[in-house]
């Protein structure tokens, strides 16, 4: 056993009392999360079961819960607090060299469990994106701050830590996921991505016909290519922003002062044109001269009407 092995062995009858779950937190990591009902979901590192109220209800009586710990004794935990769920499993297994079948899982949920992973993280993802099915989501998420997670886990110099959500944004695009929220607030950590439906359109066979995930038809004759740099880029951007409006969302579920919300509500506002503005040049520098140089006028007069609406 290795020392977080031990650890958790330790612990494991005494970790509910020590580490009080904060189910308001909980719930609203889940409803960012946007589980349908139904799906087969993994909890990876489970613990002694925290999530599986809010997963359970999340997936509903046709779903399935998997519950996944390498230590036994956290497990058994979790089992006496919820054996008696029938569509939850409980496997004892270490997600990072047990066997995952392609294509199992709808969504692969990590509460908690980042640090215990960093060290190996692209092994992680690998495998996760492997057990996924096309479309299926793997969410990371802490119910506390990222200071407050690298501060329990030691000295971040010396150890891996949770990093700052571009940075595991950029590993998982890289991996092939495609970002749909991060957010990095001073309540809690959350980033969700999901696996591409399809072959990118690259992989395609060049016959002429727009494929699944192009942008239509000017995409798909590929008059142009994007700087995948920039992309990345952009996506982490709108990732940001989208998780940025989630937040003021809750504000105004809680009713909080109003000036609080226009403050915020100001700086999405100028995000959003930061990151237009970058979509923008990106296509003049790019776009627009290999239309140019393909005779293309329509994308020169799209560009025109695009200029127009924008500067509205």
């Known amino acids: 056993m290795d020392k977080d092995h031990?650890?958790?062995?330790?612990?494991?009858?005494?970790?509910?009392?020590?580490?009080?779950?904060?189910?308001?937190?909980?719930?609203?990591?889940?409803?960012?999360?946007h589980i349908p009902q139904g799906s087969s979901i993994m909890d990876a590192g489970c613990g002694t079961g925290v999530l599986?109220?809010?997963?359970?209800?999340?997936?509903?009586?046709?779903g399935q819960v998997e519950e996944l710990d390498y230590s036994k004794k956290m497990l058994h935990k979790a089992k006496e607090k919820f054996g008696h769920i029938h569509n939850v499993i409980f496997t004892e297994?270490?997600?990072?060299?047990?066997?995952?079948?392609?294509?199992?899982?709808?969504?692969?949920?990590?509460?908690?469990?980042?640090?215990?992973?960093?060290?190996q993280f692209h092994e992680f993802i690998k495998r996760v994106y492997t057990a996924l099915r096309p479309g299926g989501m793997l969410i990371i998420m802490h119910d506390m701050p990222r200071c407050a997670v690298n501060a329990i886990h030691g000295d971040a110099s010396t150890e891996p830590g949770l990093p700052a959500v571009d940075i595991l944004e950029t590993a998982l695009i890289g991996a092939g996921f495609t970002v749909v929220m991060a957010m990095d607030t001073e309540e809690y950590y959350f980033v969700k991505v999901v696996k591409a439906q399809s072959l990118p359109y690259e992989q395609y066979p060049d016959d002429?016909?727009?494929?699944?995930?192009?942008?239509?038809?000017?995409?798909?004759?590929?008059?142009?290519?994007h700087d995948p740099a920039q992309q990345k880029m952009i996506q982490n951007r709108l990732a940001r922003i989208s998780g940025h409006l989630e937040a003021?969302?809750?504000?105004?579920?809680?009713?909080?002062?109003?000036?609080?919300?226009?403050?915020?509500?100001?700086?999405?506002?100028?995000?959003l044109v930061s990151v237009s503005k970058v979509i923008l040049r990106n296509h003049i520098d790019?776009?627009?001269?290999d239309a140019i140089r393909e005779n293309d006028m329509e994308a020169v007069e799209n560009l025109k009407r695009a200029i127009s609406t924008f500067v509205k």
């Open 6 to 33: 031990i650890f958790f062995e330790n612990y494991a009858g005494t970790w509910d009392r020590d580490r009080k779950e904060n189910s308001q937190q909980l719930q609203f990591l889940m409803q960012l999360a």
């Open 248 to 271: 003021i969302k809750r504000m105004v579920q809680e009713d909080r002062d109003c000036s609080e919300v226009l403050i915020q509500l100001s700086a999405v506002d100028s995000a």
């Open 52 to 62: 599986i109220p809010y997963l359970c209800q999340a997936v509903g009586e046709t």
């Open 93 to 119: 297994a270490n997600i990072l060299n047990c066997s995952l079948a392609p294509g199992q899982y709808d969504g692969i949920v990590a509460l908690n469990f980042y640090p215990h992973i960093a060290s």
């Open 208 to 225: 002429g016909f727009a494929r699944p995930g192009t942008a239509g038809e000017y995409a798909a004759r590929q008059l142009h290519h």
């Open 286 to 289: 790019h776009c627009i001269v």
